[in-house]
């Protein structure tokens, strides 16, 4: 680690994460929580998402999809619900729940073999490994349904790094907000209340700003997305950043001292 950021570390409280949170105890001493975007922000997987949308579409409704909604940093639940809506198909819960449960089968079994044009972003890996050596919760808060999200991380190996059992996932809910929520209110269960006292949202979309600045958060915005630094700063961040590269500023903030 470089020396300005364990300097970092040892003001945040000075004790190193285990490698991997699967065998991290309940009550560790969590002293910050980092929910991370993933779409975007750690990985990109092009067009598949697109695809993957048309494929379950075919397999549930026996057709092509005659319009495709936007998916930038919107929940699966959002998405499904606005595609069966804009083709005047049946959109309760129960269609809704049954179009991702197809979703999450073709992603699973599409993966291996579409999975060779995903990417993973600049300094993703670096990033996440940085953030490890500190007292910190990594999680998720995404749009992704939760398997799907754990099927992409784990990919690339950064689930060593995350406690995907605290994330926030976009299985039931077309709002980004209620993920922060659901996010905070489950790390504070396990790690004890304290772990929120420093909670930075890292996202490359205006929707991922608006839900941490929706409960009081910090939120760092990453140009490695569709938006640019002054469309996610207008949506309230923070901080932005060109790339993972340089997490100098948000140490500083995890810190205290921005």
């Known amino acids: 680690m470089p020396r300005d950021h364990a300097a970092l570390g040892e003001r945040l409280g000075g004790v190193r994460a285990a490698a991997h949170y699967g065998h991290m105890p309940t009550k560790w001493a969590a002293r910050g929580l980092v929910p991370w975007d993933i779409d975007q922000t750690l990985l990109s997987f092009g067009g598949l998402v697109y695809e993957t949308y048309r494929t379950v579409f075919r397999r549930v409704h026996g057709a092509e999809p005659q319009v495709m909604p936007d998916v930038h940093g919107r929940t699966d639940h959002a998405i499904t619900l606005e595609l069966l809506k804009l083709h ?14 197809v979703l999450v089968q073709v992603f699973r079994t599409d993966l291996p073999r579409t999975g060779a044009a995903a990417l993973l972003l600049p300094g ?20 992704n349904v939760r398997a799907v999200a754990e099927l992409k991380v784990r990919q690339f190996g950064l689930d060593a790094w995350l406690d995907l059992t605290v994330g926030g996932y976009g299985d039931r809910t077309g709002r980004r907000a209620d993920l922060v929520a659901a996010a ?4 504070q269960q396990r790690y004890g209340r304290t772990v929120a006292r420093r909670t930075v949202v ?38 932005t950043l060109a790339s993972l590269h340089d997490l100098a500023p948000v140490l500083a903030l995890l810190a205290g001292s921005a």
């Open 184 to 187: 905070i209110g489950v790390a």
């Open 88 to 101: 005047r198909l049946p959109h309760e819960d129960a269609d809704v729940t049954a179009f991702l449960d």
């Open 124 to 143: 993703a890996k670096e990033a996440l490994h940085t953030l490890g050596e500190w007292p910190i919760v990594q999680s998720v808060v995404t749009g």
């Open 202 to 239: 890292i996202g490359d979309t205006p929707y991922d700003i608006e839900a941490a600045v929706a409960h009081g958060v910090t939120a760092v915005g990453v140009t490695s997305g569709a938006y640019a630094a002054a469309q996610l700063s207008e949506a309230g961040a923070d901080l």
